[in-house]
């Protein structure tokens, strides 16, 4: 998204230097509606001018949703005080392909008071050392989670069984979100015990307890503090 965003924004600025970065990385095919970014061109265009030229030339995949100016010195990787993601996830037996590519289809059965419980071993303040991919960028694997939760979402166009895992913390590993989410999945279907996610949580581990939950499923839903 960012390359495509920046060959873009390139031909609006008649191939000036651009710069453009993003306060948040996340994987190929994981939505970033709340992803907030800050662009640099070499001539003055005034943000209503942009949003429309961008969103004019963007693939209908890729929107900006809104652009205003900032400081000069403003850095969009500092700041940000929590993230919130959401993962949307399908229980039916048949998938909905009306929905395919916003939700992971996860068959049942599922427990879901289970999983709604299990959903406290996260949060709080811990090394995520066993729940992300390794990453040189990363200074520490400690992260804060404030908030961890499964519920069913109110959004009448989200049929056929679909639910959201919620989660906001204070920064995220690369595919952390996404190792908790098939965790969580793997102890509401019964093949873990939450004992055994807290066993996991507590050491440093190569080993995964299971595959990471596909991308499609993931939504980067807003940064805090910027």
Known sequence: MQGTIARILSKIARYGECSISGTSRTDAGVHAQGQVGKISIPTYIDSATLLRGMNSMLPESIRMR???????????????????????????????????DIVAHIPGPMDLELLERATQVFVGRHDFYSFCRRSTRAATTIREVYKCEFVRPTNA??????????????????????????????????????????????????????????????????????
């Not at 190569?206 to 499923?217: M, N, T």
């Open 66 to 100: 809104s652009c205003v100016q900032c400081e000069a010195g403003f850095n969009p990787k500092v700041g940000a005080t929590s993230k919130e993601y959401h993962y949307y996830l399908s229980l039916t037996a048949v998938a909905n392909p009306s929905v395919s």
């Open 157 to 226: 166009l989200l049929v056929d069984e679909v639910y959201a895992l919620r989660i906001t913390g204070n920064g995220f590993l690369k595919q952390m979100v996404r190792y908790m989410a098939s965790t969580l999945f793997a102890v509401g279907q019964g093949a873990l015990t939450i004992g055994q996610v807290a066993e996991h949580l507590a050491v440093h581990s190569e080993d995964k307890l299971c595959p990471k939950a596909p991308a499609h499923g993931l939504h980067l839903v807003s940064i805090s503090g910027l």
